[in-house]
C-alpha cells in the first residue's frame, strides 16, 4: 500500500509539472511563434513545447524551431534580425548614400565625382534574399575637356609691312575629372608669329586621358592701311616697293625717253592714308631749235632719245622717199624705242632741217652734216645712241624692221625692254 501511494503521488506531482510553465514566455520582436505543446496544455511554455518562428518581412530568425528543454530555457535563439545585404563595393571615381544601410529594403544611389558620368544602374535596393538587385556602376570620365581661346582683336601692319606681329597666351585646358590633360594642338600659326594681311582662323583642341576632347576657336584679322592707289604716268614708269599702296610704302617715277618729269620724282603712303607730294606726270620734253650749235642741238637728247638722221640731196630723192614712207607706219615703234627723226634736206644754202614739225635753221642743219660728217649730194642714214655715239650708218634705204632689231641688241634698250613689259608698253593695239 505504501509504495502503491507513493507512485500515485508522484503522478499526479509529474503530471501537475507538465502542465504547468517552465519556460520563459516566449516573445518573438519582428515576428510570431507558433507552438504545439506535448498534450495540448493551456501554456505555450510547457517543458517540451515546440515553436516554429515566423519573422515578418525584412527580418530572419536566427533558428526556425526552438523547444523549451528541461533546463527551463528554448533550445536556441529564436529572436527575428533585420535583412542585411553584403557591403556593397564603391564605385571608383564615384560613391553612394543609401537610405538604411545595408538591411532589407534599403535603397542606394550611385553617384560619380565631378567630369565622370555614370555607367550603369542609378540604385541598388537590398532584397530578401541578402542580394542587391543591381551590379555597382562604373564611373567613365566622358566630359570633355574646356578650353578658352584668347579674344585677338585686329592688328594693323606696321609701316611699309604687310604683316603683322600677333602675341596671345597660349590658353590652359581644364578637365572636369582627374585634372590631367594629355595633348594640346594648336591649329595655325603659334604666337609671336608673324601675319599676312586677312583673316586667319585659328584653334585649340586639348584631349585628357580618356581620349576625350575639347576645342575653342578664335580669329586673327590683320589689316593694311592703304592709300588710293597710284598709277604710272603716261610716257612713264612707277616703281613701288612693299607693296605698292600699303602704309609706308615708296613710289619712285621716271619718264620715258623724251619726256620730262613735272610733280614729285618721288611719293610716299603717309599714315593718313594721303600720298605726299604732287601728281607726278611726263610732258614732252622742249626740244629748243633755236640754239647756235649743232652740239647744243644735240645735247638736249643726250640720255633721253635716240637720234635717226636721214640727210638726201632732194626732196625727190628715190631712196629718201621710200624711207620715208616705211617709217611713217612705224611711228610707234621709234616711240617705244625712244627714237626721234631728224631730216635735213637739200644742199646748202637751200637745205631744210626739221624735227617733225619745227624746222631747223639752215645753218643749224649744215653744222649738224659737218658735225656728223654726212655727205649733201647722197642719201645717207645715221643712227646716234642716248650717249651721242654714232652707232650705224646706212646708205641706202632699210626696213623698219631692220632698224628696230639694231637698236634692240643696245644693253640699255634691253633694260628698257624689261620696263615696258611690265608696265604694258606695246605697240599690238
Known amino acids: 500500500f505504501h509504495k502503491q501511494f507513493i507512485c500515485k503521488v508522484s503522478s499526479v506531482v509529474f503530471l501537475s509539472f507538465l502542465g504547468t510553465p517552465w519556460c520563459a514566455p516566449i ?30 518581412q525584412g527580418y530572419e530568425a536566427q533558428n526556425t524551431e526552438v523547444v523549451c528543454m528541461a533546463s527551463k530555457h528554448w533550445s ?29 529594403n534599403s535603397r542606394c544611389e550611385f ?23 543591381g551590379a555597382v556602376p562604373t564611373c567613365v570620365d566622358i566630359d570633355p575637356p574646356k578650353i578658352k581661346c584668347p579674344n585677338v582683336k585686329d592688328k594693323w601692319a606696321e609701316p611699309g609691312k604687310l604683316t603683322a606681329r600677333v602675341t596671345w597666351d597660349s590658353p590652359e585646358g581644364v578637365d572636369t575629372a582627374d585634372g590631367i590633360l594629355t595633348d594640346v594642338i594648336l591649329k595655325g600659326k603659334p604666337s609671336k608669329s608673324d601675319f599676312p594681311e586677312g583673316l586667319h582662323k585659328m584653334s585649340y583642341t586639348v584631349f585628357d586621358r580618356a581620349g576625350n576632347k575639347g576645342s575653342c576657336r578664335f580669329n586673327v584679322r590683320v589689316r593694311v592701311r592703304r592709300c588710293s592707289p597710284l598709277f604710272a604716268p603716261d610716257n612713264g614708269y612707277m616703281k613701288c616697293d612693299s607693296d605698292k599702296d600699303n602704309y609706308g610704302a615708296n613710289c619712285e617715277f621716271s619718264c620715258t ?24 606726270t611726263c610732258a614732252p620734253m622742249n626740244i629748243n631749235v633755236g640754239v647756235r650749235t649743232a652740239a647744243a642741238l644735240l645735247d638736249q637728247f643726250y640720255e633721253k632719245r635716240r637720234l635717226l638722221i636721214i640727210s638726201a640731196p632732194t626732196a625727190a630723192n628715190h631712196n629718201y622717199r ?68 654714232d652707232k650705224q650708218r646706212y646708205p641706202f634705204p632699210i626696213t623698219a624692221a631692220e632698224l628696230f632689231t639694231t637698236i634692240d641688241t643696245f644693253p640699255i634698250r634691253k633694260d628698257e625692254m624689261v620696263l615696258q613689259q611690265e608696265a604694258g608698253q606695246t605697240c599690238q593695239s
Request: hydrophobic letters at 30%; a positive charge; glycine letters at 10%.
Open 27 to 56: 516573445k518573438v520582436k519582428h515576428g510570431d511563434a507558433r507552438c504545439r505543446t506535448p498534450r495540448g496544455e493551456q501554456y505555450k511554455n510547457v517543458m517540451g513545447t515546440r515553436c516554429k518562428i515566423h519573422c515578418k
Open 257 to 280: 625717253g623724251g619726256y620730262e618729269l613735272q610733280g614729285s620724282a618721288a611719293r610716299v603712303c603717309q599714315h593718313g592714308l594721303t600720298w605726299s607730294g604732287a601728281d607726278t
Open 111 to 133: 553617384f560619380c565625382s565631378p567630369g565622370y558620368s555614370l555607367k550603369g544602374q542609378k540604385t541598388a535596393t537590398c532584397q530578401h534574399n541578402k542580394e542587391w538587385s
Open 322 to 389: 621710200f624711207q620715208m614712207t616705211n617709217l611713217q607706219h612705224a611711228q610707234c615703234g621709234l616711240d617705244l624705242r625712244h627714237v626721234t627723226v631728224i631730216e635735213v634736206v637739200g644742199i646748202y644754202p637751200t637745205q631744210v632741217g626739221r624735227i617733225r614739225h619745227r624746222l631747223l635753221p639752215p645753218g643749224l642743219a649744215l653744222q649738224l652734216r659737218l658735225l656728223l660728217q654726212i655727205p649733201q649730194r647722197s642719201f645717207q642714214m645715221v643712227l646716234v645712241d642716248k650717249q651721242g655715239m
Open 76 to 104: 536556441s535563439n529564436y529572436a527575428c534580425r533585420e535583412i542585411r545585404c553584403p557591403k556593397l563595393n564603391m564605385p571608383v571615381n564615384g560613391g553612394y548614400k543609401c537610405s538604411d544601410g545595408s538591411y532589407f
